[in-house]
């Protein structure tokens, strides 16, 4: 299996598992590889000191583990931050958070990091949500980033595979039908038992990506439910790791 949405770091509201914990359960539950991010990337002022913890701390698991940058283009040299990511730290790809960053997926400064992200071959995951914004307890509650949001910012730029993360079931479809053909979603807020099959009838499973959004949530559940799902095997396979694998090449 290949988890695609992982973060590693701390949470400001509450205490969450490390990374060490995740690396337990990837050899619990069968988890083969990973895609990760960095979690203190979304707080930090600039994010590049995040992606620099997540080099160091994921530096001896890279057979593992995939890193992620996350970037945000209302920063001052971010550019650069991402060649750097590319070039010396061996990311692969790049996590946006246009709402907790503050910036929307049409701002015009975007364009500059899809064009870098395209000639890369860098897939580009847009965090919808990271936790419901019931279980937040601040004044200033984040929002969920819109997934006709993230539909736009995929047709905007169709040469960039767009991951859309944390979508609830019946989200993908606020993206716009026919989805572009460059918009995939992970599992990480499917809850229920049918809504991964009702997923795949109608959007295909080559659109979907194993993901738990560790360590906001628990690991066990999203294998569980895509094992537990009634799926061709060939869209199973698809889900567990066959699309990841696909994404992020050789």
């Known amino acids: ?13 509450r205490p969450v598992r490390r990374l060490d914990a995740y690396l337990e359960a990837m050899d619990e539950y069968g988890i083969q590889h990973a895609v990760v991010s960095s979690l203190n990337a979304v707080h930090y002022l600039n994010p590049q000191n995040g992606n620099q913890e997540l080099a160091e701390a994921s530096a001896h698991h890279r057979d593992r583990l995939t890193p992620f940058a996350v970037l945000r283009p209302n920063f001052t040299g971010y550019v650069d931050d991402l060649a750097q990511c590319a070039d ?43 936790e419901d914004p019931r279980r937040q ?12 949001d993230i539909g736009d910012f995929a047709r ?29 979603f992970d599992t990480s807020n499917y809850e229920t038992l049918g809504e991964m099959e009702s997923a795949v009838e109608r959007f295909g499973a080559d659109r979907i990506l194993l993901g738990s959004n560790f360590p906001l ?17 060939a869209d199973r396979d698809a889900i567990a790791g066959g699309n990841a694998r696909r994404l992020l090449g050789p």
């Not at 975007?110 to 897939?123: F, K, Q, S």
Request: glycine share 6%; hydrophobic share 45%; charged share 20%.
């Open 1 to 13: 299996m290949f988890d695609f949405n992982v973060k590693a770091g701390h949470w400001p509201y």
């Open 88 to 130: 010396d730290l061996g990311m692969k790809g790049l996590v946006l958070y246009p709402n907790y960053h503050e910036y929307a997926l049409a701002d015009p400064a975007l364009e500059t990091l899809m064009i870098e992200a395209a000639r890369r071959a860098w897939p580009v995951c847009v965090q919808a949500g990271l």
């Open 137 to 148: 307890f601040r004044q200033h509650k984040v929002a969920e980033v819109p997934a006709a």
């Open 217 to 233: 949530f628990n690991p066990s559940a999203n294998v569980d439910k895509l094992r537990q799902a009634a799926l061709a095997e």
């Open 156 to 184: 905007a730029y169709p040469d960039v595979p767009v991951v859309a993360l944390g979508l609830k079931v019946g989200q993908p479809e606020s993206a716009g039908e026919p989805l572009p053909h460059n918009f995939l």
